[in-house]
């Protein structure tokens, strides 16, 4: 979410009205929004959202939030964030007075407490081990918030398929709130969710996809294909665009727009219909920096 860096709050609310005018009822933003994560702007996105919020009806809007995980660089956060009893309850406390409401209707854990590949990283490396708290712990705090009507449902994101397991077996055995939700990156250009299993394990357990990054930071609307130096995150923030800068990706990009130029459809809801017609997905989240680009994502069903 780029509320606070990108968007001012009047822009943001605008998004917001024409997204819920529009039958969206469902936002997703974070402690550390917007991105990239500064201790200047940490917390705006929630703030903005938070203000708009207060002129709503609270039971029609679905409302989602994330804590911060170890490991970022975020030391001005909690002192560096963690995934524990302290800072947990720390985290939502903040996080509900900035969205101005009494409760969250689904907490995620925004990356894991301990050591997996993140953020574009391919591989486990066991020499980043470090201390974490256990899934144990994690899951027996956040039930105890869900007990306590601060938040009501449990999410994970950036998780592994051992990571989404032992949660998964943690609410089994010690009779805690089970997760219900996984949010991951998942694209035309990042099919890790099926190939690494969790498209699986999303299916046999119930626990959905909410896919972030459905057009892998703007390349498969074809605009940076068409313009390198087309305005947006890739060309403002150019270290995002790493985890894509892999062979072939060009040539992948060329044949996909002129399969939707072929076809007649929008490069960008045709990305995003891709998505939601697997079967282990429970929604898209979609991001823009402005109305346009809100109004052709939300357009992919008229497709």
Known sequence: MTFGQQNTEAEAHRQLDLAFSSGINFIDTAEMYPVPARAQTQGR????????LAGQRRDSVVLASKIAGPGRGMEWMRGG?????????SAVESSLKRLQTDYIDLYQIHWPERNVPLFGDRYYDSRREREAESVEHQLQSLSRLVEAGKI??????????????????????????HVV???????LLNRRFEMDGLAEVSQR?????LAYSPLAFGLLTGKYVMNPNSAGRMTEFPGFGQRYAKPNVQEALKAYLELAQEYGLSPAQMAIAFILQKSFTTS?????????????????EEN
């Open 205 to 209: 357990t119930g626990i959905g996809l």
């Open 152 to 177: 009501r449902a449990i999410g994970l994101s950036n998780e592994t398929p051992w990571g989404v397991m032992s949660f998964e077996s943690a609410a089994e055995r010690l009779g805690l709130s």
């Open 81 to 89: 964030p963690r995934v524990n009893a302290e800072h947990i309850q």
């Open 284 to 300: 898209v989240i979609i991001g823009a920096t402005d109305e346009e680009q809100l109004t052709e994502n939300i357009g992919y």
């Open 45 to 52: 996105s929630e703030s903005f959202v938070g203000t708009w």
């Open 181 to 187: 939700s996984i949010q991951n990156a998942f694209n």
